[in-house]
């Protein structure tokens, strides 16, 4: 196609392979580059899937319109900075930094240049998210809960950043309302970060949520409860279903007639696949993501919140005088 939008992808690993798939057969895309400073990884990619091996994303610059950035979070910055700078659109993989001043300045930037900056929030474009924000409606309260057993990969940040942060944007999605205040807790169990958190979040429209994330739990787990007036739904995110009940009555008088249930068939979507397919759309109209930097930076600065917390908790336990037990 005349118009298909060169891409490139800049980290060759464990996301970065996947964004590379989804380019390759999305007919909007043209996939240029893989680029990776470990040239085996990068050649295995670029080979399967057809596109040049590069070792230095600065080498593709004036090849390509738009890149995915998928290397570790510490890098994130120097390199889409460089490429906003140069002209190109940009999807970078979550969180779009590791400090709120660096997504700033990125957000900031891509408005100056009037580029297209995506963050991979990819919860965003999931079938169970879509179903959620036309569903709820002033949510009171949320629950959410996403562990997962230890794994070497995406270590090189704590589990706020790693995995609370999809449900950290998820619900400010759905509530639409700045966050005022944080309480948490976490500690680090398996690794030199926090592996382990809990948080409670209040939001200006009074809405609560308290969320969970382990990446030290012995299985695999996604799950969200939504708690409105007269509402309640229960989301198993990894799976895909939504269930819950609406009051429509008064149960005093009409008993159980009174409560409707409800379930919700969520269709079985490929969420990384929508994340491209909308970046790329983004490029071709002009439109705004539905994961700008701004909503980045907003998610990074909860997290920032959430990491304070835990750090005033932890100083707190660790300076505290240690409790006489009975019998010494």
């Known amino acids: 196609m005349a118009d298909q939008i060169r891409v490139a992808v800049v980290g060759a690993g464990y996301f970065g392979r996947f964004h590379a798939d989804h380019y390759s057969r999305n007919p909007r895309a043209k996939l240029v580059a893989i680029v990776d400073t470990n040239e085996d990884r990068a050649k295995a990619v670029a080979a399967e899937f057809g596109a040049p091996a590069a070792f230095d994303y600065r080498s593709i610059l004036g090849q390509v319109d738009a890149v995915s950035v998928a290397t570790p979070t510490p890098l994130h910055f120097e390199i889409t900075r460089a490429l906003l700078e140069a002209g190109l659109h940009v999807l970078v993989e979550k969180p779009i930094a590791e400090s709120v001043e660096s997504a700033s300045t990125l957000a900031s930037l891509a408005e100056e240049r009037k580029l297209v900056l995506q963050v991979g929030h990819i919860e965003r474009f999931s079938s169970s998210y879509n179903t959620l924000a036309k569903v709820i409606t002033e949510p009171l309260y949320f629950e959410s809960y996403r562990i997962a057993p230890w794994k070497n990969r995406g270590v090189e940040v704590d589990v706020i950043l790693d995995l609370m942060i999809h449900d950290i944007d998820m619900i400010i999605g759905l509530v639409a309302s700045p966050v005022s205040k944080v309480d948490a807790v976490g500690t680090p169990v398996l690794g030199q970060r926090i592996d382990v958190a809990n948080a409670r979040i209040t939001f200006e429209s009074g809405c609560i949520a308290n969320v969970t994330a382990s990446r030290v739990a012995y299985k695999t787990e996604r799950r969200m409860r939504v708690f409105a007036r007269n509402h309640y ?28 249930m409800e379930s919700y068939e969520i269709p079985k979507q490929d969420s990384l696949a929508n994340e491209i397919d909308a970046f790329l759309n983004c490029i071709a109209t002009g439109t705004k993501p539905l994961v700008d930097g701004r909503a980045g930076c907003e998610a990074l600065r909860v997290a920032s919140m959430i990491n304070e917390s835990i750090e005033e908790h932890l100083l707190k336990v660790q300076g505290a005088p240690r409790l006489s037990v009975a019998g010494e």
């Not at 990894?238 to 009409?254: A, N, Q």
């Open 233 to 260: 739904l229960s989301c198993d995110l990894g799976e895909g279903r939504i269930s819950g009940y609406r009051l429509r009555g008064d149960p005093m008088t009409e008993g159980l007639a009174a409560i409707a």
